[in-house]
């Protein structure tokens, strides 16, 4: 007989994280936003933004809470540097009581957008 996969042992799935916009505009919150799930329900998700390399902006890291199985974190940007800057959001799967796993399961997933200077206004 084929051994079973227990729901425990599986890692959450997290969808292709969404950006509000494709080109952010520096001043303007970047928003993103995922849906991640797991058989025994979520136990937390961390998000983590790094900017572009050699422009010293600090690496951002934070839980994300969610609206139903939709977990969103709004990014500001007022005062960052343009470039490059690339995430990674982290989630870890609740643990059934008296499950043989102490710990939830973990996935990843990445995603990038490219920060740009406003469009400077007509004279």
């Known amino acids: 007989?084929?051994?079973?996969?227990?729901?425990?042992?599986?890692?959450?799935?997290?969808?292709?994280?969404?950006?509000?916009?494709?080109?952010?505009?520096?001043?303007?919150d970047v928003t993103i936003s995922a849906k991640v799930t797991h058989p025994n329900g979520i136990n937390n998700v961390q998000i983590e933004i790094v900017g572009p390399p050699d422009k010293n902006v600090e690496t951002l890291r934070s839980a994300i809470s969610p609206v139903g199985d939709i977990f969103t974190f709004s990014y500001p940007t007022l005062g960052k540097p343009a470039g490059i800057y690339t995430g990674n959001i982290k989630a870890t799967s609740d643990v059934k009581e008296g499950a043989e796993r102490t710990e939830g399961t973990t996935s990843d997933q990445s995603f990038r957008f490219e920060l740009k200077p406003p469009a400077n206004p007509r004279q």
Do not use: M
């Open 1 to 28: 007989s084929k051994q079973g996969v227990s729901a425990e042992s599986l890692p959450p799935v997290i969808g292709t994280p969404e950006i509000n916009q494709r080109v952010q505009v520096i001043g303007q």
